[in-house]
Nanobody, 130 residues
Framework: QVHLEESGGGSVQVGDSLRLSCVVS????????LAWFRQRPDQEREGVAT????????YYTESAKGRFTISHDNDRSTMYLQMNSLKHEASGRWYC???????????????????????WGQGTQVTVSE
């Protein structure tokens, strides 16, 4: 039984940095499709970045490119999201997720959608003040 738990959120100011962590328990992430999503109140969860641990494939949505970095540590069974130059738009609840079946070939022709992921953490809150 897989369990995901996020941490690292908080209240920061525009331009600050945060590093989110997602610990995966009960499952080896050596060959796993993982992703980060952001959800604003009363809105759908939006994909931000994804990573396939088996070959290092990474994909970022346009809003994350150049500012965010997704990474992982197999020994610690943890996925990270380094967020630099934070903007107000980053505010919301951030979730990590795992895709248990199928390919991790996301990109412009295959949007990063929450429906494609099967296991979720409880989320961690991020607030960026202007």
């Amino acid at each position: 039984q897989v369990h995901l738990e996020e941490s690292g959120g908080g209240s920061v100011q525009v331009g600050d940095s945060l590093r989110l962590s997602c610990v995966v328990s009960g499952y080896s992430i050596g060959s796993t499709c993982l992703a980060w999503f952001r959800q604003r109140p009363d809105q759908e969860r939006e994909g931000v970045a994804t990573l396939y641990t088996g070959n290092g494939f990474k994909y970022y949505t346009e809003s994350a490119k150049g500012r965010f970095t997704i990474s992982h540590d197999n020994d610690r069974s943890t996925m990270y999201l380094q967020m630099n130059s934070l903007k107000h738009e980053a505010s919301g609840r951030w979730y990590c997720a795992m895709k248990s079946r199928g390919a991790c070939l996301f990109g412009a022709s295959r949007p990063l959608l929450s429906a494609d992921f099967h296991d979720w953490g409880q989320g961690t809150q991020v607030t960026v003040s202007e």
